[in-house]
Every structure is written in C-alpha cells, then in structure tokens.
C-alpha cells in the first residue's frame, strides 16, 4: 500500500476539499482524485460522500481514518529516526590515549552525548601504537591519539597541540636553575611508551650528547597515570603537557623545570574511516575537533601564568 496515498486520504479528511488537498501536497486535484479512488478500489469500500458541497467521510471512511493516521505517523516517525542524528541509537567505538583522557575528554562524552542522547558509546583508552593496530582490525570506529592513520579511506583530522614540559617532584630538590640535558640526564627519566612520539623525542634529544648517554635511564611507561604517579613520588623527572597535571601543579607536589632545550608539542589527531553513507564518524570527529579546540584554547591562558620552558 502506497504511504502517500494514505496521506492524501489523512489530508482530505481533515481539510474536506480536494483544492485545498492538492495545495498542501504540492499536487494536482486529479491526482489527490486518483489516490483516493485508488484506495477504496483496495479497501473495496467507499472512504468519501462526493454529493454534499464539502467531501465528507463515509462511516467505513471514518474507521479507515484512525488506521491510516497511525501508519502515517509510524512512517513519519521512522524516518524521522533514520535521518535526525540528534536520535541516533547505533554504537560507536572510540579509542583514546590517557593524554586526552586527563584533560578534554570528559567535555568531548558530555558534548556528544548531548548531540546524540541514544548514541552508545564503547571506550578503549591505549597507547597510541595499540589503538593503530585495534583500528587498522575495524575493531574500533574512532581513534584519537597523536598520530595520523595512513590508509585507504582513511581520514585524519587535527584537534589541537599540548605543548610538552619537564617536571619533577619537589621531593628532588633540582631548584629553579636552568638545566641543560646532561643535567637531565643525571635523574631517571619517565617516558611514555616505547616507540611513542614523545619517546622518540628523548631518545633524539639525548642521543647527541657523549655524557647524556652514558648516564641516561628512560623508564618506558604504558599508563601516563603511572608515569605522573612516578614522578610525584619523586621518581624521576618526565615531559608531559602541563594541561594534564594540573592538580599536581596547582598543589605543587610536580614543578615545571627550566630546561635550555624545547620540547616539540604533542599534536592530537582524530582517525575515522570516511563512509559518506554514514557520516557519523565524522560528525564524532568534529565534535571532538571543537571539544579540543575550546580546551586549548582556554589552556592557552593557563599556559600564560607557568614559568617559561627556556632561560
């Protein structure tokens, strides 16, 4: 049964006029006539008395009626369902480093959530290297981490950049004198994650200096909540983002470190497969572009009041 012939039905029987039925439909009266003599051919009955100045429904018409406006709304209502993505009520898989997790994340779940209240959302927060290998499986729909994804049908947007610093616990008694990297060396060093890009940074920054070398012990971590638990307890010194340990800085129990050598930003990219057919990976993309771009943005004043990285 054709759901726009019901729909004719449904508007001829609340505006009783075929004119005024064509109008609303965008049709011709012909073709609401058509329609309407279509269904009573179906329904073997006759939906409308044609005899009087205004159509009126017939008694079999008025029972029609309740059935064709609930298959109607149903209609409505499904396709409703199927294009508005503020009720879409599918699963995403959304892999996350701990370095996003520590800071804008639960901004990023609030925003989405309330952009797709029935939208169920799985989390897998790993190192940067795992979550490759989980989306490259199609084990995961999202990755936000801080390398892009090379692949066919495979995008990659930027979301924003942690600036990088050395810090330490007080508990080590380094001072407020400018270090250079020998410096650095004499202290245990907490790394992220073998391979990761921040550990790839210390191994380039140390590999130059005879006496770093000689000296230096990187401690390579999995769990950047280790590695700020480490180095509170003064285990060593370690180069994370500042807008992650803000607690630890605010209570002083980590101190920034003046040291003559910068440390690269760690720029945070969001990996999604492009499927045009269903977009929302990317709309989830965006979110979380905007989510980090506000953090970083509002970090950026914070980033303002800490002590400068160079002498």
């Known amino acids: 049964m054709n759901i726009r012939f019901l729909e004719t039905f449904v508007w001829l029987a609340r505006l009783r006029n ?19 003599a279509s269904l009573e051919q179906d329904f073997g009955v006759r939906l409308f008395d044609r005899s009087a100045r205004e159509v009126a429904l017939t008694a079999d018409g008025s029972k029609a009626l309740v059935y064709a406006e609930r298959m ?5 209502e499904m396709k409703d369902d199927m294009s508005d993505r503020e009720v879409y009520a599918g699963v995403i898989r959304i892999g996350v480093i701990e370095s996003i997790v520590h800071s804008w994340f639960p901004d990023f779940l609030g925003r989405l959530h309330k952009t797709f209240p029935r939208l169920q959302i799985e989390i897998v927060s790993d190192t940067t290297i795992h979550l490759h290998e989980q989306f490259s499986k199609s084990n995961l729909d999202l990755v936000l981490q801080a390398e892009p994804v090379i692949g066919q049908q495979v995008s990659n947007i930027a979301l924003c950049e942690f600036p990088m610093r050395w810090v330490g616990s007080p508990k080590l008694d380094i ?6 990297l020998a410096d650095l060396a004499a202290f245990p060093i907490i790394s992220f994650a073998r391979n990761s890009g921040p550990h790839a940074v210390i191994e380039r920054l140390f590999s130059g200096s005879e006496r770093s070398e000689r000296t230096l012990h990187i401690n390579c971590i999995a769990s950047v ?7 509170t307890d003064g285990f060593g010194i370690t180069a994370v983002p500042p807008a992650i340990i803000q607690r630890e800085l605010n209570e002083e129990s980590l101190h920034l470190l ?39 943005l509002n970090w950026g004043h914070e980033i303002a009041r800490l002590p400068a990285p160079l002498s």
């Open 225 to 231: 909540a280790t590695m700020i638990r480490l180095a």
């Open 175 to 180: 001072g407020s004198e400018t270090l250079s």
């Open 72 to 76: 109607v709304k149903l209609m409505r």
């Open 258 to 296: 003046r040291v003559d050598t910068e440390f690269p930003a760690l720029a945070l990219i969001a990996c999604f497969r492009s499927d045009h057919e269903n977009p929302l990976t990317e709309t989830v993309a965006r979110i979380a572009q905007e989510t980090a771009s506000d953090f970083a």
């Open 18 to 36: 075929f004119r005024l039925t064509a109008e609303r439909l965008h049709t011709t009266q012909a073709a609401v006539s058509s329609r309407i």
